[in-house]
Structures are given as structure tokens and as C-alpha cells.
């Protein structure tokens, strides 16, 4: 279903504490994530970074919806230069010490698909790779 939004779900070695400052920190977010131009989990609060190949960078532009502390964050998800305008929401739940991590990314088809730079399994790569690997490998108990 190409409207259909990528989900990705994992649970992590770690307390909610810890996975939430690593996803809201924006120090730890730029040792696993991207180097975000800053960040605060404050609704309205707006950053940006730059990300894709090294051949091809993209200035992504966000604005932050919404932050429930060690629960949910939600930021819109845009491209400086293209049309189209999504929503990242991230989602924790404490269990049993641990961590479940559900990410939603919603609105991909609004993005330009002519050059496949912003193809739906484009993002399910990459938030397989930031949710399911760079995440826990940064927050995870030795």
C-alpha cells in the first residue's frame, strides 16, 4: 500500500530515561542520529540537518508537534527546496526495564517521486538501520 506509513518497532536493552535523551539530547542525538542544528523538545520548536549520500544532501526542515517527557515525540519532516511535508511520531513504553520503540513516519507520498530520492523503501532502510541498530548500539547495556 504506498500510502501506508512506515512503521518500525523494536525493543531495546534500556530504560525509557536513557532512550529518551538519547532521541532528545541533542548532543547524544548527534553521536547516533543526525547533527541537528539543535534541538528541544518543545512544541514549535523548529530544527534542521543535512542527511542523505554523500553524493546527494538534502536539508531536512523540521518542526516539533509534539513531546509527552519519556513518551512520545513527533516532528514534521520536510525537504529545503521540495514539496511535500510528513510527520516522524516516536513512541516509548516501558517494559519490563526495557524499552519499546515505535516509530511512525506518515506522509512519504506527498514527497516529489519522479528521481526515487524519496521512495517509500528509501525510509523503511533508514529507519530499520536508525531504530533498529544506531539506536540500541548507542543506549544498550554493555
Known sequence: MENAPVIVERLINAPVSRVWKALTDKAQMKEWYFDVSDFQPVVGFEFSFSGGKDDKRFLHLCRVTEAIPERKIA?????????????????????????????????????????????????????????????PKFVEYS
Open 75 to 135: 516532528y514534521t519532516w520536510r525537504y529545503d527546496g521540495y514539496t511535500g511535508d510528513s510527520l516522524v511520531t516516536i513512541e516509548l513504553f516501558e517494559q519490563d526495564g526495557k524499552t519499546r520503540v515505535h516509530l511512525t513516519h506518515t506522509g512519504l507520498e506527498t514527497f516529489p517521486q519522479e528521481t526515487g530520492d524519496f521512495a517509500k523503501g528509501n525510509f523503511v532502510v533508514g529507519w530499520t538501520q536508525i531504530i533498529g541498530t544506531s539506536l
